[in-house]
């Protein structure tokens, strides 16, 4: 079973958020499970230098405005897998420093539309066979930046391939003025209501998800809660109808990356073993941070872009009375900009117990995961979520809202799974100041109460967070769409 995966971002050549990880992390689990995966990804310069032995295999006179080729290379990984990439090189769209979506200024570069139609008609192309060498049964697309290769091969003329739409997030819809559809290639009944139509603009979320064989999201309680209008986003509707090739399937972690017994970015390496190892850690995040070594501080961490989805402005009003209660902050995050001076002022007043880093630094993420006693997701809506995934890895206590995936992934630490022995973490809801407050007031509780600390600790390193489960599930829903087939060459 041959797949093309279809998507902006890949770990480690190109990442603003966990699509990165995803699209990086699940390949290998999915070969090794036997659906042979190759993605295809806008030829940025990140990319492009990554490839540097890629050759050419189809060039495109003209993708939206300029020629294109599409280049074939491998990326090694560790333990001898590699990814298998396909580069759209299209200079005149993708060759630009820095955020694959945004210009210098912070904005949106104005040209993103051509310029993921882009990606998404070389992927249908190349999912249709244009290449002869290249094969595949399944076009796996990923949010809305991959959607309309989904939507073209909706519309092409002839056999096609299998399609699979996966939402990361709901919220970001790649919508567009209705100027923009006549320049897609596409028929006029594609900009209907059932389509690509969504308030009189184009929506490629919304075409993605009309015209897909498949749909899923990231866990499963964001799939069921994505089909109400409270977490629909406008698209709940449309959900509803498609409910029943709707499914959730669960992240995983990528275990050759976050390994804290391999961890290169980490001064401790540790095992569920060796967990003084950790000590290290916590002594060079506090440096990193500008933290005082107060014996028996519990330090929590934060990973995370600073958006109102992530819940964190409610952090920031609870500092006060986190500090005065005796634990510590570290917080690294990029995003909105009055977040991010909150917590600059916060540091700056809290200096010892706060501190905090703006911007985007790998190896800080990694010392945070490595070095915190816990580790905070406060977040309002969260499809999955990978930062308290890689806190149960590393041993940090995840303290999560109860949502989407965080909900599925953490077993709150209340009585009956403490009596049981399967606590790894607390979780809380509403998510709202009160429930925030309550929440570090029970991490604390439990910090004082050493024994059942370190088992909740364990419990949480011993979880499977890995993609083998996840990535049998996926093998499972292609396997179901070879199966119809023969009923898709009919149609066709
Ligand atoms: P989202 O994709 O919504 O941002 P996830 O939890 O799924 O949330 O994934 C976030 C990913 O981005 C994780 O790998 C996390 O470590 C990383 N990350 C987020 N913010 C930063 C940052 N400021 N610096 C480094 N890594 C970050
Ligand atoms: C999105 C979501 C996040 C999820 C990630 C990877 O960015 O916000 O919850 O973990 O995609 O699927």
Redesign the pocket.
């Known amino acids: 079973m041959r797949i093309l995966a279809v998507a902006s971002e890949i770990f480690p050549l190109v990442k603003t958020?966990?699509?990165g990880?995803v699209t990086g992390g699940l390949p290998p689990a999915l070969n090794a499970a036997g659906a042979r995966t190759t993605t295809i990804v806008p030829g940025y310069p990140a990319v492009l230098g990554a490839l540097p032995d890629a050759v050419a295999v189809h060039r495109f006179p003209d993708l939206f405005g300029g020629p294109a080729t599409i280049l074939r290379g491998t990326f090694p990984q560790a333990a001898g897998a590699s990814l298998d990439i396909l580069a759209v090189d299209a200079p005149h769209l993708y060759a630009r420093a820095g955020n694959p979506y945004l210009g210098a200024d912070g904005r949106e570069w104005s040209d993103n539309g051509l310029r993921f139609a882009g990606l998404g008609a070389a992927a249908a192309a190349i999912g249709t066979g244009i290449v002869p060498d290249l094969a595949f049964d399944i076009v796996h697309a990923h949010d809305w930046q991959g959607a309309m290769a989904v939507v073209y091969l909706h519309f092409h003329d002839g056999p096609r391939p299998g399609t699979v739409l996966t939402v990361h997030?709901l919220a970001f819809q790649g919508r567009y003025p209705a100027a923009l559809f006549p320049r897609l290639g596409l028929p006029d009944s594609a900009f209907i209501l059932n389509g690509l139509e969504y308030y009189g603009d184009v929506s490629f979320l919304k075409g993605g998800l009309s015209y897909a064989d498949r749909i899923t999201t990231v866990s499963p309680t964001y799939a069921r809660e994505i089909t109400g209008p409270e977490n629909g986003m406008g698209l709940d509707g449309l959900l509803r109808h498609r409910a029943g090739v709707l499914s959730g399937i669960l992240n995983g972690i990528d275990d050759a990356t976050w390994n804290p017994a391999t961890d290169t970015l980490i001064p401790g390496r540790y095992g569920r073993g060796r967990l003084g190892r950790r000590d290290a850690n916590k002594t060079a995040l506090r440096q990193r941070m500008g933290l005082d070594e107060v014996p028996d501080a519990l330090l929590i961490g934060v990973?995370?872009?600073l958006t109102s989805q992530k819940g964190l402005d409610m952090l920031v009003d609870q500092i006060d009375g986190l500090v005065a209660a005796g634990m510590q902050l570290a917080v690294?995050?990029?995003g909105d900009p009055d977040l991010e001076d909150a917590f600059v002022s916060a540091a700056e007043w809290h200096l010892g117990s706060v501190g905090c880093v703006i911007?985007?630094?790998?190896t800080?993420?990694h010392l945070i995961q490595a070095g915190s006693d816990a580790l905070l997701v406060p977040s309002r809506f969260e499809p999955?979520?990978?930062?308290q995934l890689?806190a149960l890895r590393y041993g940090a206590i995840p303290v999560v809202a109860r949502v989407g995936g965080l909900a599925d992934s953490v077993i709150d630490a209340n009585e009956a799974a403490l009596v049981a022995g399967v606590a790894t973490g607390i979780q809380f809801w509403p998510t709202t100041a009160e429930g925030l407050q309550a929440a570090l007031h029970r991490l604390l509780a439990l910090w004082r109460d050493r024994p059942v600390w370190d088992r909740v600790q364990r419990n949480g390193m011993a979880a499977d967070v890995s993609w083998r489960g996840s990535a049998s599930r996926y093998v499972a829903l292609y396997q179901s769409l070879l199966a119809e087939r023969p009923a898709r060459e009919e149609a066709s």
């Open positions: 958020g966990g699509l990880d997030n990973v995370s872009r690294l995050g990029s911007g985007y630094d790998e800080v993420a999955c979520g990978l930062t890689y």
